[in-house]
């Protein structure tokens, strides 16, 4: 499976971007983590086929992960950015117990 993300860019604090990765085949979970300069990655949303989404406590309700299972497409609108959120994202999807892909990964930037 191979995943394709797009959205990323420059965003002025308080502003809102909107992410999406469409993967070329089936998959059971699909979700987004980020990795910020020096730090670790970390996840930031999932969400299972016909399960309830998970997400970071740094959301704090500003992020909503959705999903387009006939288009194997997984959405993140993020609102209220900060500059905290600065990182590369990237997309994760797992198909089965064990096996997962990563996407290339796109980059948010929060500044003024």
């Known amino acids: 499976v191979q995943l394709q993300a797009f959205g990323g860019g420059l965003v002025q604090p308080g502003g809102s971007l909107r992410l999406s990765c469409a993967a070329s085949g089936r998959t059971f979970s699909m979700g987004w983590y980020r990795q910020a300069p020096g730090k670790q990655r970390e996840l930031v949303a999932t969400?299972?086929?016909?399960?309830?989404?998970n997400y970071a406590d740094f959301v704090k309700g500003r992020f909503t992960i959705s999903r387009d299972i006939r288009a194997n497409t997984v959405y993140l609108q993020m609102n209220d950015l900060e500059p905290e959120d600065t990182a590369v994202y990237y997309c994760h999807a797992r198909v089965s117990p064990g096996i997962h892909y990563w996407g290339q990964g796109t980059e948010v930037t929060v500044s003024s």
């Open positions: 969400l299972p086929r016909g399960g309830t989404t």
